[in-house]
């Protein structure tokens, strides 16, 4: 295990922080870097994004992280669908 992971999973223990929903890491101004993302990929972009998240995580699980990245993939699953809900939503809105 690298440095950085000893010390994020030290972190975790004394202070309860939460990896998967709100890594502290990607987190560093007023907007959350898959905010950012989202914005500069646009709908379709971001969605191939998660898709490919949610692969990576469930293609490594066994092998690095075990049921942290398979909630990693979890999330990034619950992603496109609040993001599919908000377009149908914004659609249905027109």
């Keep these: 295990m690298g440095t950085h992971e000893a010390y994020m999973r030290k ?3 004394e ?3 939460d990896l998967v929903n709100h890594p502290p890491h990607y987190n560093q101004g007023s907007i959350e870097c898959i905010d950012a993302i989202e914005a500069a990929l646009g ?5 191939a994004y998660c ?6 995580y469930l293609w490594r699980a066994e092998h690095k992280n075990g049921a942290e ?3 990693k993939a979890r999330w990034y699953a619950d992603r496109i669908v609040q ?3 908000k377009v149908a939503s914004n659609a249905e809105t027109r």
Excluded: A, P, S, Y
Aim: proline letters at 0%; aromatic letters at 4%.
């Design 83 to 85: 993001t599919l809900r």
């Design 11 to 13: 972190r975790i223990k």
């Design 69 to 71: 990245d398979l909630h």
């Design 51 to 56: 898709r490919g998240n949610m692969i990576k």
């Design 15 to 17: 202070e309860q922080i």
């Design 43 to 47: 709908t379709e972009g971001f969605l």
